[in-house]
């Protein structure tokens, strides 16, 4: 059998903090290695313990989630930690600069369990989770204070069956989703997301996103 995924579990609400690590504990693939109340204690305990994914809430004392995920997985890090932010849509204002930030995705503290552990398991097989639900209307929301890009459209470096693609990533749209929006079979989706991923040297489908409406290709 292989090693259970290493969690830290970083929240200010003790409430909070413990049923995650009772979520996440209750897996047999799935182990908390630490948990903690701030965003630095979640620094310096991720960097001691090395987990495989950093469960992060963004509204913390001390240091908030947003500048602890860009210390763990930003630009520049040299050994980056995955970094799933687990948030509340209506209060936080601050998801997309943590996606920004370096994180590997977000989800909704009303999220189910199961939802939870599937996005821990995503984000540790070195994929990014952007949940389908409120993807458009959470990077949406933020699409005025995005700076734009120079250039054009025109500029990128994508076909236009890629560019079709890139977009309905931007809309939130699953693999599969999306191979039964343009009919075609969820091999050739992967095939054309790894493809936009090497054209515009991005990490990830967080940041496909990030790239679609900096570049104003929705809105």
Do not use: W
């Amino acid at each position: 059998m292989s090693a259970p995924v290493r969690v830290v579990i970083c929240d200010d609400q003790a409430l909070i903090r413990t049923g995650l690590t009772t979520i996440v504990d209750a897996q047999p693939d799935l182990e908390v290695v630490g948990e903690c109340g701030d965003g630095q204690a979640g620094v310096d305990l991720a960097r001691e313990l090395r987990p495989d994914v950093v469960v992060m809430d963004i509204r913390m004392p001390v240091l908030d989630g947003l500048e602890a995920t860009r210390l763990l997985a930003g630009a520049g890090v040299e050994h980056p930690v995955k970094v799933l932010v687990v948030t509340t849509f209506n209060l936080d204002e601050y998801v997309y600069e943590a996606l920004r930030a370096g994180a590997s995705g977000f989800l909704l503290k009303d999220a189910p369990p199961d939802r939870l552990l599937h996005g821990i398991r995503t984000v540790a097989m070195g994929a990014a989770l952007l949940d389908p639900d409120v993807t458009r209307r959470l990077v949406g929301r933020y699409a005025a204070r995005i700076r734009p890009a120079e250039g054009t459209a025109q500029d990128i470096p994508l076909t236009p069956r890629e560019m079709e693609v890139l977009r309905l990533i931007a809309d939130g749209l699953s693999n599969s989703e999306i191979a039964a929006a343009l009919v075609i079979s969820p091999e050739t989706v992967k095939t054309f997301v790894s493809r936009i991923l090497n054209k515009l040297d991005l990490r990830d489908r967080v940041q496909a996103v990030v790239f679609a409406y900096r570049h104003g290709l929705v809105t």
